[in-house]
């Protein structure tokens, strides 16, 4: 894979309806959002150790996932830096290999997790078998890629106002 400033990782198992939520807002953003700028959009699918290099190489990072928010399904939730590390920590049950707790924090622990970070989660109405989606989520998918593109833009800026200003442009740890 490229080398790109954002990372946007789709988790999720698309054979267990919501669960695959992460998966399809990725094949919605490559349709929708295929301008967006230095990204590189990756299918986690259930998670495994093998996407730490990628996650460690992101000066970004941004994880898309079905969540249980405690809330309406399909609604739409995002946890920036630590926020995003204290609930991916959270105790849930999970159909993925290893949690993305894990992955965080082996990259803490190895000082490569990037300071701009961030979850995209959206509540799920139905994890079940199916390759569906439900229609809450389906009509949140618009909104998700919105949430995502906006954060490659601030970022994008951010990043373009310290390179003007003569800032670092190192990654921020």
């Known amino acids: 894979m490229e080398n790109k400033n954002t990372l946007i990782l789709g988790i999720g198992n698309a054979l267990l309806s919501d669960e695959g939520a992460g998966i399809h807002a990725l094949d919605y953003l490559h349709e929708h959002y295929s301008d967006l700028p230095d990204v590189a959009l990756l299918d986690g699918g259930t998670l495994s150790f093998t996407l730490l290099p990628y996650i460690e ?16 399904p399909g609604t739409v939730k995002i946890f920036r830096g630590e926020a995003m590390d204290r609930f991916a920590g959270m105790p849930r049950r999970s159909v993925h290999e290893v949690s993305l707790a894990d ?3 082996i990259c803490h622990l190895t000082g490569t997790l990037s300071g701009r970070r961030a979850l995209v989660a959206v509540q799920p109405q139905l994890i079940d078998w199916g390759a569906q989606l439900s229609t809450p989520v389906v009509a949140a998918l618009p909104g998700i890629a919105r ?20 800032g670092s442009l190192a990654v921020e740890r």
Do not use: F, P
């Open 57 to 72: 190489a992101a000066e970004n990072l941004i994880v898309v996932d079905a969540a249980e928010l405690g809330a309406a």
């Open 103 to 105: 992955l965080l924090d």
């Open 147 to 166: 949430q995502v593109a906006d954060l490659v833009g601030q970022w994008a800026t951010e990043r373009q106002a310290r390179a003007t200003a003569g």
